[in-house]
C-alpha cells in the first residue's frame, strides 16, 4: 500500500483540510511536531511513497532525499520551496510538485502588523490589562511614505492598501520598472532613496543568494529613529545581527516580523528581548482559506501523479 505523510501539521488540521480519504489504497498520516534531525526525519519518512512539506518548515537537502529511496513524489504547499534541492530530486527520480496559494494571506498580515505597530496596539492592550490608561502616542499612515521593496504580487497588494490609507508609496527591486511602478501606484526609487525617504519599509522578495541580507546596516540607519521596518517574507533578506543591533542602539525606530533565520524561534533569541519589535510566528500563511488550498491541491497533485500526468511541476525525473 502506498503511504503519504502530511508534514509539520503544527495545529493538527490538516487532515481535516481536504478528503484524503478519496485517495484509496493509500495510507495517509499526518505528523503534527518538527523532527529534531534529519536522522530522524529519515526514519519517519522511511517507508513513505509521497511527502507532502508545509511550505519551508522542513528542508529536503541532497543528502536527505538520497536517504529516502522509496520517496516518488514530494509536494510543497505553495509553488515554490526554496528549502527542497530539486536537483537531486530530479536525478533521484523524485517528483516534486507544487500548489496555488492565497493572493490575501500574506499581505493581510503585512498590513496587520504594519498597522499595530505603528498605534502599539499589543502595548497598549498590555497597559488596560495591567491597569493603566493611554500610556502612549501612536501616529497615523495618511500622509506618510511606505517604501516597498519588491513590487510583485503581495507587494502590489500592499501598494493598494497604502493608497487606500492615502499614503505615498516608493518601490524599488533589481528588475522593477518605472511603467510597472506605475501601475501599481508607486515610484520607483532607488533602494538607498528607498530606504532614506520612506517612513516605514516592507519586504517582499523572493530569499536567494542575490537577495540575502539585501537589507543591512546601511539601510536600517537610513530608515532611521523613526522608522519601521516590516518582513513577512524571508528572515534572510535581512541582517539580523544588524537588524538587532539597530534596534538596541535606537537607530531604528522598530520591527515588525514574521519570520526568523531559526523557526521555531528558540526561546532566549536575542529578538524576543529586543525594545520596540512585534513578532509573529511565521503565521503570513496560516489562514483557514490558505490551508483548504495548500491541501485540496495536494491531493489534486497526488492524484494527478497516479495517472502519470502530474501537475504543477516544479521538478520532474531526469531521463
Known sequence: MPSLTLLDDYQGVALGCAPWHELDGWDVRALRDPHPDEDALVAALAHDTAVVAMRERTAFPARVLERLPGLRLLITTGPANA???????????????G???????????SWALLMSAVRDIPGQQRALRDGRWQTGVGSELAGRTLGIVGLGKIGTRMARYA????????????????ERAAEAGAE????ADLFERSDIATLHLRMSDRTRHIVGEPELAALGPDGLLVN???????????LIAALASGALGGAALDVFDDEPLPPGHPLLRAPRTLLTPHIGYVTREQYALYYSDAL????????????RV??????
Open 163 to 178: 493608497r487606500a490609507f492615502d499614503m505615498r508609496v516608493l518601490a524599488w527591486s533589481e528588475n522593477l520598472t518605472h
Open 314 to 319: 516544479i521538478a520532474a525525473p531526469a531521463g
Open 83 to 97: 528549502s527542497i534541492d530539486t536537483a537531486a530530486a530530479a536525478r533521484l527520480g523524485i517528483t516534486v510538485c
Open 300 to 311: 489534486e497533485d497526488v492524484r494527478a501523479w497516479e495517472r502519470s500526468a502530474p501537475i
Open 188 to 191: 520607483l526609487v532607488s533602494k
Open 99 to 109: 500548489t496555488r496559494a492565497s493572493a490575501a494571506a500574506a499581505p493581510e498580515l
Open 232 to 242: 513577512t517574507a524571508r528572515a534572510g533578506l535581512v541582517d539580523t545581527d544588524a
